[in-house]
């Protein structure tokens, strides 16, 4: 059988990689399919270039090319035999780099040549070992992209690293737009840079370790709720069994707010939970990205892919501080149990309880809030004429001048209004900052007719006006004013799962203030939205 193969092996045209047909013999004793080294030299003729395939022997004309008997009829009794079947780990697979001199049935490349400036599998790989005119080429690991390695003004190998400019170039540039900068080899540079790898390493661990330790942190703080909340359940029933004549219609409502505030903190944790395993997820990525790019032996795909490392984020160094779930329900317990010296004032005591819960059940901090920020960003499918988007869909102002959007069902054609891209649920946060004579900040339900009624004009919508004059919250054309003064900044925050929606005022000491507070049930996801008026606009700002 080996001997078979060893045969097979040698009757294959090197082009096709099958065997024989016609084949003909050249000079330097390399032996091809006659139609497969013409369509070789028909490609060379261009350059006026005739050499051979494999050991790259030139010839001065082009060879004129008989038919080798021999091998003919050995090839013909090999075919006869049936070809050997290809190796299937030659097959090229998804994402595999394909070789560039097989023309029939491409085969896995195994290395790529930076002379050559192409990939070669196995077989065709082996005159860069065999033959003396290949010797001082260059092989690296196999490469889809090796024309980035490639000076695109030179067609030169990028082999030297301008510090200067910081960036990789070739020997000519060396003596052309980069004469006289501050240049090294390339492997040079890559030594020096890779120095810097173990601080990077060390922010990387660390980050993992902090973000590892909040998560810990935040798990063991969900299970103490969940303890409190149910110990507190247990006695209020308790409690409510001995006066249950009297406490029977109350029972059931500070049941369900414990019950809804629970979910509330566990709806806020899962958020945090979700960011700091995805936080702690980047961070494994970033190690290993640095791990693996220690490792390649391209010394160019290293200075090209090393600074996008340097410029990932530093991780946020956690504390416990960071981790408040707002709700111990201990003195809710303490407080039914002594409901039973006190059924004269149970229900004064009940709706005491029942406000104390409803006021400490979201984030106090402005920190505490910006644990659950969202990125949004608006959408120009939605943006009325005269309303002009910009630094990133991230600003919205009013022009006098109207844009010249394109058609779309979702666009506003009655009120100066623009909806977010993103739906939330979930438990969000985000910050605006408004400018001008009068601004909206809503939320509502997409595909609502919000066009016909804008918003805070029916039950699809939540809506605070902010003017100069004061400020004002909108629900089913409902308009209710709020006394508390309002910042150029405003915080909207989300528990959707609780039904809880609440705007606040961020001045800039960040002592954040509540202008208005909605509990409802809500059965979709939720849109942004900003009305703008003459002369306003409003800016998305970045999370903290």
Known sequence: MAESCKEAGSLSCPICLDILKSPVTLLCG??????????????????GVYSCPQCRHAFTTRPVLNKNTVLAELAEKMSEAGPPSPLEKDEVNSGEVECDFCSVKKLKAVKSCLVCLASYCATHLQPHYESAAFKKHSLVEVSASIQDKICSKHNKLLEVYCRTD??????????????????????????????????????????????????????????????????????????????????????????????????????????????????????????????????????????????????????EVSSDSNIHLNMNLAFVTKAISNLRNIPENLGKAIDEISETIQADSDPKTRQEFCLYSCHLSLD??????????????????????????????????????????????????????????RVEVAVCYKGAELDESGFGYSDQSWCISLSISGCTFW??????????PCSSTVGVYLNHRAGGLS??????????????????????????????????????????
């Open 30 to 47: 390399h032996s091809y399919c006659m139609v497969c080294v013409n369509g070789y030299w028909d490609q060379e003729d261009r350059n």
């Open 166 to 315: 910081a960036q990789c170039i070739c020997l000519l540039c060396v003596m052309d737009e980069h004469k006289g900068h501050d240049t090294v080899s390339a492997a040079a540079e890559r030594k020096e840079k890779q120095k810097q790898f173990g601080k990077k390493k060390q922010s990387f661990q660390q980050g993992i370790q902090e973000k590892g330790k909040t998560l810990r942190q935040l798990r063991q703080k969900v299970k103490e709720l969940q303890s409190s909340a149910d110990t507190a359940v247990d006695e209020n029933e308790r409690a409510y069994a001995e006066i249950v004549q009297m406490a029977g219609k109350r029972r059931s409502a500070v049941k369900e707010q414990i019950r809804v505030q629970e979910k509330a903190a566990a709806g806020r944790a899962e958020a945090l939970e979700k960011r700091l395993e995805r936080e702690i997820s980047e961070l494994r990525k970033g190690e290993d990205d640095l791990k693996q790019l220690s490792l390649t032996e391209d010394h160019i795909h290293f200075l090209q892919s090393c600074q996008a490392i340097f410029d990932r984020a530093e991780p």
């Open 380 to 437: 120009p499918n939605t943006a009325f004429e005269n309303l002009l988007l910009s630094e990133g869909n991230s600003k919205v102002t009013w022009i006098k001048k109207a844009q010249k959007y394109r058609y779309h069902s979702e666009r506003f054609t009655n009120y100066d209004q623009v909806l977010c891209s993103e739906g939330l649920s979930g438990v969000c946060y985000f910050e605006v900052e408004w400018r001008g004579p």
């Open 475 to 484: 629900h089913c054309a409902v308009k209710t004013k709020i006394s508390a």
């Open 503 to 544: 705007f606040y005022s961020v001045p800039d000491s960040g002592e954040m203030s509540l202008l208005h507070r909605v509990q409802t049930t809500f059965s979709q996801p939720l849109y942004p939205g900003f009305m703008v008026s003459k002369g306003a606009s409003v800016r998305i700002l970045s999370p903290k």
